[in-house]
T-cell receptor, first 114, second 112 residues
Framework: AQTVTQSQPEMSVQEAETVTLSCTYDTSESNYYLFWYKQPPSRQMILVIRQEAYKQQNATENRFSVNFQKAAKSFSLKISDSQLGDTAMYFCAFMIGGNTPLVFGKGTRLSVIA | DAMVIQNPRYQVTQFGKPVTLSCSQTLNHNVMYWYQQKSSQAPKLLFHYYDKDFNNEADTPDNFQSRRPNTSFCFLDIRSPGLGDAAMYLC???????????FGSGTRLTVV
């Protein structure tokens, strides 16, 4: 069974600073997909970034980037130039592919402080 | 805009009184999911449909059922809600193939 571990229940960062959220996963599959989702307080969960395991290049989306280390089964999210609107719960998630469901980590609550 | 819509946004039901939560999508995605999310926890998968093929998670209580009458709509029925069923219920859709999900805004269920 696949598992996703987020070891940081809560983090905080000063506005305009950079923060890195950690995620590790366990699988025996060689091909899979990894995601970071953002869930602001009382708001919809939205996709932040997606990584395909067979691609060595780390995915980036504007201020968001990942450090994907396949051998270490690590998938961290870096948020640059943090903004107050980045305050949210962040979930790391894993999917084998096809139509298999996402498996979520327990989340990291990020607070951006002015 | 194409989206996933959940109704109602907030639902209060009495202990033991059946309740139905609804989800609709305009994305024409063939896969739909229902997740239960309790406070400060990860979403937990209850069911998913690939087209009309229904997939029930092994640990989903029998109290929970689902219907998908067509591509656009999916319903979550809770036959006899208990206090422990109070949670946020998230509907999500996907085209499959390792793509991400599109989530609805969720329905927050309160059981009194």
């Amino acid at each position: 069974a696949q598992t996703v571990t987020q070891s940081q229940p809560e983090m905080s960062v000063q506005e305009a600073e950079t923060v890195t959220l950690s995620c590790t996963y366990d699988t025996s599959e060689s091909n899979y997909y990894l995601f970071w989702y953002k869930q602001p307080p009382s708001r919809q969960m939205i996709l932040v970034i997606r990584q395909e395991a067979y691609k060595q290049q780390n995915a980036t989306e504007n201020r968001f980037s990942v450090n994907f280390q396949k051998a270490a089964k690590s998938f961290s999210l870096k948020i640059s130039d943090s903004q107050l609107g980045d305050t949210a719960m962040y979930f790391c998630a894993f999917m084998i592919g096809g139509n298999t469901p996402l498996v979520f980590g327990k989340g990291t609550r990020l607070s951006v402080i002015a | 805009d194409a989206m996933v819509i959940q109704n109602p946004r907030y639902q209060v039901t009495q202990f033991g009184k059946p309740v139905t939560l609804s989800c609709s999508q305009t994305l024409n995605h063939n896969v739909m999911y229902w997740y239960q999310q309790k406070s400060s926890q990860a979403p937990k998968l209850l069911f998913h449909y690939y087209d009309k093929d229904f997939n029930n998670e092994a640990d989903t209580p029998d109290n929970f059922q689902s219907r998908r009458p067509n591509t656009s709509f999916c319903f979550l029925d809770i036959r006899s809600p208990g206090l422990g069923d109070a949670a946020m219920y998230l509907c999500a859709t996907s085209r499959g193939g390792g793509r991400g999900y599109t989530f609805g805004s969720g329905t927050r269920l309160t059981v009194v």
